[in-house]
């Protein structure tokens, strides 16, 4: 059996903690705000509410799509199956993608430098998640190998 230092916890439980400070910093954490050129400012704000939108929406119904096999950690709950369908098909953590776009919404629409920089360690946060995630999923599912060269991991088409 493998040995993991308390604070990780067997399942990846410290990534939810880490997680959840991360949040707290998109949302709560200074914004560096700052005057944004006048051309840039006006669309930045219906662009931030659109990302935010739109990202919670993906967020949710990948969830609601997931149903019984959600779960917060990294480590797939053992009654789990590989979804490949709906939100799946097109990004392989559609929940992460939801949360990066609300998270870049949220920084165009407090036009804030550092919001930017928050979101921006976000994603290379989930980036770390998912690397973890994959790897039990792959050792719990031998068609994910497959899933992966197929679909992209976070954000549909580029990443």
């Keep these: 059996m493998e040995r993991h230092p308390w604070w990780?916890?067997?399942r990846g439980e410290w990534y939810v903690g880490l997680q959840l400070c991360l949040?707290?910093?998109v949302v709560f954490g200074p914004t560096g705000a700052s005057t944004w050129p006048a051309p840039l400012a006006a669309v930045a704000g219906p662009a931030g509410v659109v990302l935010i939108v739109v990202g919670g929406l993906v967020?949710?119904?990948a969830a609601l799509h997931l149903g019984p096999h959600l779960t917060p950690?990294?480590?797939p709950k053992d009654s789990?199956?590989?979804i490949e369908s709906g939100l799946y098909a097109w990004v392989r953590h559609p929940i992460y993608c939801g949360i990066i776009l609300a998270a870049f919404g949220w920084a165009l629409y407090v036009q804030g430098l550092l919001s930017l920089l928050w979101a921006a360690l976000l994603l290379l946060f989930f980036d770390i998640k998912s690397r973890r995630e994959e790897a039990w999923l792959a050792a719990r599912?031998?068609?994910y190998a497959d899933y992966r060269r197929r679909v992209r991991k976070l954000i549909p088409?580029?990443?």
Excluded: K, T, V
Aim: hydrophobic share 50%; net charge positive.
């Design 80 to 82: 789990c199956e590989l």
């Design 157 to 159: 088409f580029i990443y």
């Design 141 to 143: 599912f031998p068609a």
């Design 73 to 75: 950690l990294p480590h």
């Design 59 to 61: 967020s949710a119904a």
């Design 8 to 10: 990780r916890g067997r």
């Design 23 to 25: 949040f707290a910093l």
